[in-house]
């Protein structure tokens, strides 16, 4: 199985993450943030990656570090759970509905991180949690898995819906480009030979 755990200590967070890419979809999250923990048992259901994720931060102060810290420490132990990345799919795409939403999203494993996105919030908070925080998970999540993440909100009202629907999108996504094809089982998906730099 495709698993890696990844600890990350630092002055403001201690974050313990652990991926199995071949699992079921089972997750154990607690960081401390109850909107987020929501959003990552999201991840987890719906890419079938089993996801556990422990997390102590500075949220006395404000949720920042432990939502941008969360996402690198999750996105490393996929990149490392990809290992070479041989007999990937690389590619996936998702367009997910949530009531009057609906988001699309676009990931290349390509081992070249970028994040392009294009969502925008009605509201500074959701619950405790500020709006603005998401873009900064997904673009840890994007760098640290070495990922080309596309996420676009078509249309929307209801921002818990809009948030929501981007992480499934990501975790639908996600399943598809991490998908093992077995006529390519010991190819890494490039020309080159190897995922990473130029093109």
């Avoid at 760098?143 to 209801?158: C, F, I, K, R, S």
Wanted: aromatic residues 6%; charged residues 25%; negative net charge.
């Amino acid at each position: 199985m495709r698993r890696a755990s990844v600890e990350r200590n630092t002055k403001e967070t201690r974050i313990k993450a652990t991926v199995n890419l071949d699992g079921t979809g089972e997750y154990s999250v607690a960081t401390g943030i109850g909107f987020l923990d929501h959003m990552l048992e999201q991840l987890s259901r719906h890419s079938l990656m089993d996801l556990a994720v422990e997390a102590q931060g500075d949220t006395h102060i404000d949720f920042h570090h432990t939502t941008e810290d969360t996402g690198i420490a999750i996105g490393e132990a996929v990149n490392r759970a990809l290992g070479e990345r041989r007999g990937i799919a690389r590619y996936g795409s998702a367009l997910v509905p949530m009531d009057e939403t609906l988001s699309r999203v676009a990931i290349d494993l390509s081992n070249r991180p970028y994040l392009i996105w294009r969502v925008n919030f009605t509201k500074p908070k959701l619950g405790d949690m500020d709006t603005e925080l998401f873009k900064e998970w997904f673009q840890a999540f994007a760098q640290a898995a070495g990922a080309t993440l596309h996420v676009e909100n078509l249309y929307g009202e209801n921002n818990h819906h809009i948030v929501e629907s981007c992480y499934k999108g990501l975790a639908r996504s996600l399943r598809e480009a991490a998908a093992l094809d077995p006529r390519k089982a010991d190819a890494v998906p490039s020309t080159k030979g190897t995922l990473g730099g130029s093109l």
